[in-house]
């Protein structure tokens, strides 16, 4: 049996531990990315390591997030970010530049190479062949410290992809097929590789949308071959040089295994609240539309807006819909401006906004009061919106511009409009003026702190015997959103952790944080697959502020699982998931003993003061996981460690 192309890269990075599902594996990391709105604090640990500057080969800072500039707190963040970029040897890429993701593919992914990002969508680099993982900022900041990023060693999923598209149906139906198939857990412990005759067809912007995506089903990260697409790609952007031919061996050692036939594939949407909630549109037409987004890390390439201005062209956007498009980088917004693409979508009657996350986040353009929104973006979790009661589906640009156009949800194929095109441009503007290279000389640069910008907290050792309330009981599919809100009003606070604990379940419990604060100490019960979605370490970290200190579920999501531990919360999980059901919201808990057994190795028990029950709980740590939890994080062990 060959090798696939995951495990070739992975053994090519591999510092410790063995390539079994299960085990624990360290990686090398080539390059990291950080955003805005997780990397404050991911340079905030990394200047608590004291070292003079990143050890990765290339490591960039981006500003996509926080760009709305209500108060000083972004501004200053930005500016913050900017200097620590000069000051660590890093690049920075300006506010305006465009979305980590898009910008990244386009002048740093590189075949067969490791990329970190403080983001869960940092799998889109793995259109190109890269082996690119999402983590919490603190990963991040270890990486860039030249520490292996530690993972489990997933599972490998392999999609054998054959036949081809019909017109009108795109990359985002195949990942919206993925996740009406697998649903947003499927992909847990998992990396998912695409091969077969099938790839040859799926242009390289199909190809990122679907790693991007990735990410909504749990997956560890999505993966491509690299091609003749990948080299023309990179040839375009004037990055030949950095391309690689990247397949897997003939009968791949793939730990599972499906098939999906493109050339059966319809255009899809996922209804609210969820990205699994997949229908063909043609089921649901006809449903009235208010908001229309075409943008986010998933869908805002050329190829994206192109594509939306042939379907506009010399029409108009329906009177009761407001319609946005994002260029999801300078270079797209550049390119549609140079080639007319820009007029026709002003013409339209759409709204341009700056090359940035914006709705994505709930950074404006929240949708009217109960209203429908048909966005091309990956989430579409209840409130991320900004408005609570707001109805977001997501379908690719295609479909967006389709109900645009018509006021309805609508499937392009029934506007009986002639199929379209797009060439793939021989050669991409490349302006790489809002990406500052690391500086040369750095004694002389002061990093630049505002007054929103809080030290880290430290946090004590982990007590050996747990007892307190479970101040919040919650059910299945919680995500970090749940857990940390972002949007205009939150994400400004990402700097000051005292600040944004206020918002701690705001979504769920607004009383949270006041009980939490009272009660000095908490835990937590949920369902499975807790903490799925977004990377922020924040809703780590902000519950650990407010006391928490066990999270006992059915099951976890990858990233906060690790984030969990990176801030020394305990996880632990159901022996018996019906278990579930003997732990009310308010019964205090009693874990004895809690180090020494995990240390020997024995059963955990948690006794329930308020009706006698013992319930036995589960915990996969791993030696290096053990002492962290046990030191209060990670950083404290890693400075126990360097001592
Ligand atoms: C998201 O899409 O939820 C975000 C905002 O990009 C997050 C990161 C964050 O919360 O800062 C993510 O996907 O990791
Ligand atoms: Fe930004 Fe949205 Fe992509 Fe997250 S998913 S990186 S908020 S565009």
């Known amino acids: 049996m060959g090798s696939c192309l995951s495990r070739k890269i992975i053994k090519k990075h591999l510092v410790s531990g063995q390539m079994k599902p299960g085990e624990e594996i360290g990686l090398k990391i080539d390059q990291t990315l950080t955003q805005d709105a997780t990397g404050t604090m991911a340079y905030l640990q990394f200047e608590s390591l004291e070292m003079p500057k990143v050890k990765t080969k290339v490591s960039v800072s981006y ?20 200097s620590s970029a000069a000051k660590f040897g890093v690049y920075f890429s300006r506010p305006g530049n465009g979305i980590c993701h898009q910008v990244h593919r386009e002048r740093f992914g590189e075949p067969g190479l490791t990329l970190l990002g403080s983001d869960s969508h940092t799998p889109t680099c793995g259109g190109l062949g890269m082996l690119a993982i999402g983590a919490g900022g603190l990963d991040i900041a270890l990486a860039m410290g030249g520490e292996p990023f530690f993972m489990t060693m997933p599972k490998i999923l392999g999609v054998h992809l054959i036949g081809k598209l019909r017109n009108w149906v795109t990359g985002k139906d195949v990942i919206l097929e993925m996740l009406r198939r697998l649903t947003v857990k499927g992909g847990v412990g998992k990396i998912i590789e695409y091969y077969g005759q099938g790839v040859k067809s799926l242009s390289i912007h199909d190809r990122f949308t679907i790693t991007n995506m990735g990410a909504e089903l749990g997956a560890t990260t999505s993966i491509f071959p690299s091609d003749e697409a990948t080299k023309s790609y990179l040839s375009a952007q004037g990055r030949s040089k950095v391309w690689k031919k990247l397949v897997s061996d003939p009968k791949p050692d793939f730990d599972e295994h499906i098939e999906i036939d493109l050339s059966k594939l319809e255009p899809l949407i996922a209804q609210p609240h969820s990205p699994d909630n997949v229908v063909a549109v043609k089921e649901i037409e006809g449903i009235p539309v208010a908001q229309v987004c075409i943008g986010s890390c998933t869908n805002s390439s050329y190829h994206d807006l192109a594509i939306a201005a042939a379907m506009l062209k010399g029409k108009h956007v329906h009177p009761n819909v407001s319609m946005t498009l994002t260029p999801g980088s300078k270079q797209v917004y550049e390119m549609i401006a140079k080639d007319g693409i820009l007029e026709t979508i002003i013409s339209a009657g759409a709204r341009v906004l700056e090359s940035a996350c914006g709705p994505c986040i709930g950074m404006g353009l929240a949708p009217a009061s109960g209203s429908v929104s048909i966005r091309s973006f990956n989430r579409n979790f209840e409130g991320r919106s900004g408005t609570s009661d707001a109805k977001v589906y997501l379908a690719s640009p295609e479909v967006c511009t389709a109900c645009a156009l018509s006021g309805i949800i609508t499937d392009p194929i029934s506007l009986g409009i002639k199929p379209i095109t797009i060439k793939e441009p021989r050669k991409y503007v490349v302006n790489d003026n809002m990406l500052i290279p690391p500086a040369k000389k750095v004694d002389n640069i002061k990093i630049i702190r505002g007054p929103n910008i809080k030290p880290l907290p430290a946090f004590e050792i982990m007590p050996d015997t747990l007892n307190s309330k479970v101040l919040l ?12 809100p972002a949007g205009a009003k939150v ?3 990402r700097s000051n952790i005292p600040a944004i604990s206020e918002y701690t379940f705001s979504r769920i419990d607004t009383d949270f944080p006041k009980r939490a ?6 835990m937590v019960v949920g369902g499975d697959n807790y903490g799925q979605g977004s990377s922020r370490e924040h809703a780590a970290l902000a519950p650990k502020f407010l006391g928490l200190q066990a999270v006992i579920v059915k099951s976890f999501a990858r990233i906060h699982l690790a984030n969990l531990i990176n801030f020394g919360i305990l996880p632990l999980t159901f022996s018996n998931p019906t278990d579930y059901e003997l732990i009310n919201q308010g019964d205090e808990l009693e874990i004895k003993d809690v180090k020494k057994i995990i240390m020997e190795g024995g059963v955990l028990k948690a006794k329930n003061l308020n009706n006698n029950s013992v319930v036995i709980l589960n915990y996969s740590l791993t030696p290096r996981q053990k002492e962290i939890v046990f030191a209060g994080g990670a950083l404290n062990y890693v400075k126990l460690q360097r001592k």
């Open 63 to 82: 500003v996509d997030h926080n760009m709305l500039q209500t108060g000083f707190e972004n501004a200053d963040d930005h500016r913050y970010l900017q």
């Open 473 to 484: 009981k919650v059910g299945d599919n919680i995500t970090t959103d749940h857990i940390m």
């Open 491 to 493: 994400l400004p606070l």
């Open 517 to 522: 604060k009272e009660a000095g100490k908490c």
